[in-house]
């Protein structure tokens, strides 16, 4: 999100513009880059890590591409709650307690309901879903996330006839989290279609195992033709509405990341083009795909709409 020129230049350089001064801060306390998130996130004790084996299943939806790197997936985050470096949140989201953990599935349903996130495991049965994530700032990762679709949970509250969207809201706690950057908490929305659509997953793994905390533990959305910011991460609120909600960075910068955050290699970003990424591990950019491949699946959700004005 936010930089100036992804692609030709090194992640390790990668900079939100409003954030430079704020990351040179971090740079210069903590070092930087891949290498020593990953490092330092493998050095931790494993009750740090915390991540255990879940079972799964494999699904059909995945794609067969080679998965990234684990230590990529882990050590390279974007999760601006535990810092603005891309190895801040390996860093430091053991900070985060993982239970107890409750989400409450709330607004415009039937049936409102509080959840403790191990019922939560055991609302649908878990699957392994390899999905890319393509990043705004264009570069790719292939991922083996685990997870359930969003609308096994939305199911089971009921949505009203009145409900047109979800809200996500994020947790915040600003005693072991950044105070400024964004307006806290992280907050994300979808339509309801596509909150339903058989793609969009509530991950709650990575690698067969628990989320590691800076990629969302317990609970992130993984939305697969959107770009990597849908993915709202430790969701504590999941709400039903009738109003398009706000979303984090659509309030930081409403001309740069708008509400349906496709993958859409036509829109450019009004800073740089879209029109190609680089997966995280390689060198050549290749071209970025409408709806980051899944057109087929969920072109559909978007006939008849002006995707320039609603990116
Ligand atoms: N709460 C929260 N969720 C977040 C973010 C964040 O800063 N805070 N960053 C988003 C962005 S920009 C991306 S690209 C993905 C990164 O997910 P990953 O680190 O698991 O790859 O998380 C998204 N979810
Ligand atoms: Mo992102």
Redesign the pocket.
Known sequence: ?LIKKPADILPSEITPQRLFERRREFISRSGTGLLAGAALWHGLPSSARATTKLQTAPSALSTTEPLSDRDA?TG??????FGTDKAD?ARNAHKMALRPWTVSVEGMVGKPRRFDIDELLRVAPLEERIYR?R???AWS?V?PWVGFPLAALLKQVEPLGSAKYVEFV??YDPRIMIRDVIDW??T?GLRLDEALHPLTLLAVG?YGETLPG???APL?LVVPWK????????IVTIRLTDKEPAT??NKFAPSEYGFYSNVNPEVRHPRWSQATERRIGELRKRPTQMFNGYAEQVASLYQGMDLKKFY
């Open positions: 999100m997936v390279y985050n974007n999760f601006y709650e949140p994530l990043c705004v700032e990762m991922v994020t947790h908490p992280y994300e990575v800076q990629n969302g992130r770009y990597g910011f849908k993915s709202a991460k430790s984090a960075w």
